[in-house]
Every structure is written in C-alpha cells, then in structure tokens.
C-alpha cells in the first residue's frame, strides 16, 4: 500500500469518527489505488460504492489537507465523480 493511502487512512478515518455518514464512496487515486468509506469507516477496498470520486494524488492530497475545496475541485475538473451527487456533497460536508 503506498504512503500516501496510508496516510489519507489516518486522516479519513478521523474525519469520519463521530459523523453521520450513512452512504459508501470511494476515492480513486490516480496510480495509488483506492480507499472505501462507509459507515464503518476509511479501508483500502476497490468495491462498489454509492459514488466514486477520482482525483490525481495531489488533488486527493489537498483536499484532504484542507488546502482545495472538494466542490472547487469538482468544479475546476480536478475531481470527477460519478454515482450518487448527494451522497458526493454529504461526503464534502464530513471532509470539511
């Protein structure tokens, strides 16, 4: 598993503690591989999901940083998604 999945595991899986996500999404990291998040929390998994959400690593990384705006990225093309946009803007709202 690269660093850089190790790291956003970290990161994600506090994001996530206390929140209400209640969906699955994935992130698809361009080179990297792919995270799910669920209910249960942040695991490197590559199944289905109720929205996929693909960013190079750098992209993925800021927005996990804090440093882009998920909606701003999905706006500039830095971030695609395909799948449920609800659960897609719930996502961003635990990011944030």
Known sequence: MSDTLNEALAVLNEK???SDFAGSAKF???GEGAIIIDASGARVADDETDVTL???ADTFRSILEGETNPTSAFMTGKLKVDGDMGMAMQLANVLA
């Open 16 to 18: 996530l503690a206390g």
């Open 28 to 30: 698809d990291v361009e």
């Open 54 to 56: 693909s960013a190079d």
